[in-house]
């Protein structure tokens, strides 16, 4: 079996990476699990990510969002759990840390970051997120996986949609 590699270009958090100067230098992927294992991590990021935004939202609107993304990556992670218990090891190729360059994991952010940032860094998040699973559905073998990586990569650009309207909103209401 080959290895993917994920080279992030922004600091972040993920298990298993060797930090150097809080960026991660190398993930890489030597198994199925591995693939799975980071895709949870990255999931529960943004669980705990969202669910720890929304007692700093003043606009209830803006905590049932969180609430309702925070509920989804929850499932996010339910689906890539069970997708632990089928035999697809080796179904899917190298993909190059060149592929997975602009990838990035948000963190929960510092408390003296603003709202607007905040929801910047929710972006960013969602648009890595994305990246992440269309590589792998476009490298993967196997079309009932292409199908769960490509709908997983749409519903995290559904996401990032939603936090894209919301910063609009803020830039517009600053001018």
Do not use: C
């Not at 803006?62 to 992670?77: Q, T």
């Amino acid at each position: 079996m080959t290895a993917m590699t994920a080279v992030p270009n922004r600091p972040m958090d993920f298990p298993n990476a060797r930090m150097n100067n809080r960026k991660a230098d190398v993930q890489d992927f030597h198994s199925w699990n591995d693939v799975l294992n980071f895709a949870i991590s990255m999931e529960q990021i943004s669980h705990q990510f969202y669910s720890d935004l929304q007692p700093r939202m003043n606009n209830p609107s803006v905590r049932d969002l969180l609430k309702r993304l925070a509920a989804e990556e929850r499932l996010h992670i339910e689906q890539l759990e069970n997708l632990k218990s089928h035999p697809w090891a080796g179904a899917f190729e190298t993909i190059s840390a060149a592929e997975i360059s602009g990838y990035i994991v948000a963190s929960v952010p510092p408390s003296d970051m603003s709202y607007k940032e905040t929801i910047k860094l929710a972006m960013d998040k969602e648009h890595g997120s994305r990246l992440f699973y269309s590589l792998l559905a476009v490298s993967l073998e196997e079309q009932e996986l292409k199908d769960i990586f490509t709908v997983l990569s749409q519903q995290e650009q559904q996401h990032w949609l939603r936090f894209k309207k919301e910063y609009e909103a803020i830039s517009l209401a600053e001018n």
